[in-house]
């Protein structure tokens, strides 16, 4: 035997994407049952502030007992500015849209995510656009729209809570291309501790001002919530995304926010008792026929 054969090949490393993927999409899609059962309770202003706020504490406060900053002044800055769009604008204008909208169709309508990021990044980033990337795109839009529509029809969710969502939507996409286009550098562990303790900064004063802190009902359903939505939500979830928009791309990345709306329907079924119809679901197949277009890696030509 030869000496080669007789050494033992190394292991391949474990790939951790997909784990990565999955525990991202079952947080992101849960945080809106969280989010619909906290805003039962609390003020949403009032409760994403403290949300941010006690999630920028623990990130930063972890970082800084440890001694390991690694972030320049510009991307400490480039953060602050995309948690302003990435958390205060995108779950405040979301969560106020929540007290008249539905967990699953809330889920649903941001789970557009996909289509519109990757128009924006063809054209601000340079991410080819095909006639089978446009084709999904269209039939996204299709889905949505469809489901959107049935929900109006049928009383079931207000217009004034899902004009709030789509408003929520543009922010989420203007956060992800804005983080592509600014490549921030350094930590993201950190990165993700300063954008929320900016979202929890600029919308603490709106929060007081705007909302009734006597309105806040204490209890195991609301602290249970917020548990979740600081160290699952802001900490952990929002981690795992911007680690995915580093390693795949504004496009893929993005395009995992349409599997969010069959999860979010089931939890919204499973947790809140929220009513599914047939029509619903089959609104979810253009949207994942869509999104297999559009991630579908081209034909290499030989």
């Known amino acids: 035997m030869s000496l080669a054969a007789s050494i033992p090949a190394p292991r391949s490393r474990l790939n951790t994407l997909p784990l990565a993927i999955g525990l991202f999409c079952l947080l992101w899609s849960y945080a809106f049952v969280a989010g619909k059962i906290g805003v039962t309770h609390c003020p949403p202003l009032i409760l994403l502030a403290a949300r941010f706020s006690l999630a920028g504490v623990l990130i930063l406060g972890a970082t800084l007992i440890r001694g390991g900053w690694s972030l320049s002044w510009r991307d400490a800055l480039i953060f602050a500015v995309l948690g302003i769009a990435n958390n205060a604008l995108y779950l405040g204008l979301g969560y106020t849209g929540l007290q008249s909208v539905s967990a699953g169709l809330g889920g649903l309508i941001v789970s557009a995510n996909p289509v519109f990021t990757a128009a924006l990044a063809a054209l ?68 993700n501790g300063v954008q929320n303790l900016a979202a929890g900064i600029v919308l603490t004063p709106v929060a007081l001002t705007f909302a009734d802190v006597h309105a806040i009902d204490v209890t195991p359903s609301l602290i249970g919530a917020f548990a979740f939505l600081v160290l699952g ?64 890696p081209a034909k290499s030509v030989s």
């Open 124 to 191: 601000l980033l340079g991410e080819g656009m095909t006639w089978r990337k446009a084709s999904g795109l269209f039939l996204g839009i299709i889905g949505v729209t469809a489901i959107v529509w049935h929900r109006l029809s049928v009383g079931t969710d207000s217009l004034h809570g899902i004009l709030f969502t789509l408003a929520s939507l543009a922010s989420i996409v203007s956060g992800t291309i804005l983080f592509k286009l600014l490549a921030p550098k350094g930590s993201l562990w950190i990165g």
């Open 233 to 296: 939500g802001s900490i952990l979830a929002y981690w795992l995304w911007f680690h995915l928009l580093k390693v795949c791309g504004a496009t893929a990345a993005s395009a995992y926010h349409f599997l969010m709306p069959p999860l979010g329907m089931l939890f919204a079924f499973l947790v809140l008792g929220e009513h599914v119809e047939a029509r619903d679901l089959l609104g979810i197949i253009p949207v994942a026929l869509g999104i297999y277009l559009v991630t579908r």
